[in-house]
């Protein structure tokens, strides 16, 4: 039985992927390192805490000593690194903890993935470390990295530290970039949970600017796939973009929310826009097509059952 050392797997996308993983394989164990900070939540996973192929464990990946106990008490096969500080409003007002978790933590990872030694490292990252689009193009996995807030760039340089491990060290590094995520599990502070729930309590709904920000929406199920398709099959040492080519505006988006729940565009506010809001993301997917993935969830049907999920939790 292989092991995966999935970290932050208490948060969003961690967590679905590991109830993903668990109902697809019996044939894998599971460590979950988590800090459970606000975004994470041990909730998340309640349906599958007594699955004998799970084992959760709380602790910060940047603590070289817990990881590396971790490595030698499980012999750890593959590193999931969905760890991560991820709202991009809070790396704004405060840096620091982004620069502690994603760069200073990522490192750790891989300083004792290397000491120990692993078949896959698999490093969970974003778009936003491309930068911005204008209203035509795709990022492609040999872009530039031009990231524009500190969020971004904390994510930007944890990307290029694996791919270091990987050049110097031949440390079996596979980089995943996906665009935004939704689905269940979100804690609302990102747009659609967060405009979901206020929606739901008939709370005004704040857009930045004007809300013609543009964002390719994948539903987490759909990334799951990919990121256990990468796994299998992804070449080490190589980047895959991730993506469903399905673009919307931040006001598309807020009103198809709207439309979804039977409310009033009266709840829609306009606010200042934020610092170095990029305009545009979109994803040239070709890469991880050619290894078989299609998204399976159009913008729709996706944003349907995420409706449906917070409508019987909130």
């Not at 679905?16 to 975004?39: E, G, V």
């Not at 817990?66 to 008490?73: A, K, M, P, T």
């Not at 969970?124 to 872009?143: A, C, H, P, Q, R």
């Amino acid at each position: 039985m292989k092991t995966i050392l999935i970290t932050g797997g208490a948060g969003f996308i961690g967590s679905n992927f590991i109830r993903f993983f668990l109902d697809k394989y019996q044939t894998y164990k599971i460590i979950n390192l988590d800090k459970l900070t606000y975004a994470g939540n041990l909730a998340n996973l309640k349906d599958i805490e007594n699955n004998p192929n799970y084992k959760f464990i709380k602790g910060d990946i940047a603590n070289q000593e817990l990881v590396q106990y971790i490595f030698s008490e499980y012999k750890i096969n593959y590193l999931i690194n969905f760890a991560a500080q991820s709202h991009v409003d809070k790396s704004i007002t405060g840096p620091t903890p982004f620069i502690k978790t994603n760069i200073e933590g990522t490192q750790v990872l891989l300083e004792v993935a290397k000491e120990y030694g692993i078949d896959k490292f698999i490093q969970i990252s974003t778009d936003e470390v491309y930068g911005e689009l204008g209203n035509k193009g795709y990022f492609n996995e040999k872009s530039p990295l031009k990231p524009n807030n500190p969020y971004a760039a904390s994510k930007a340089s944890a990307d290029l530290i694996a791919r270091s491990y990987y050049q110097t060290y031949n440390l079996p590094v596979i980089i995943t970039r996906s665009s935004n995520n939704f689905g269940p599990f979100q804690y609302p502070e990102k747009l659609i949970p967060l405009f979901i729930t206020n929606a739901l309590k008939d709370k005004e709904l704040t857009l930045y600017g004007d809300g013609k920000n543009i964002r390719d929406w994948l539903y987490v199920k759909d990334n799951c796939r990919a990121i256990d398709l990468i796994l299998k099959q992804g070449q080490v040492g190589e980047i895959y973009n991730v993506g469903a080519n399905n673009e919307r505006t931040n006001l598309e988006v807020t009103e198809e929310i709207l439309n979804l729940l039977g409310k009033d565009k009266s709840l829609i506010t306009y606010v200042k826009d934020r610092l170095a809001h990029d305009y545009r993301y979109a994803l040239d997917t070709t890469k991880i097509k050619e290894l078989g993935f299609k998204a399976e969830y159009d913008f729709k049907r996706g944003l349907k059952k995420t409706i449906d999920w917070y409508l019987e939790h909130y």
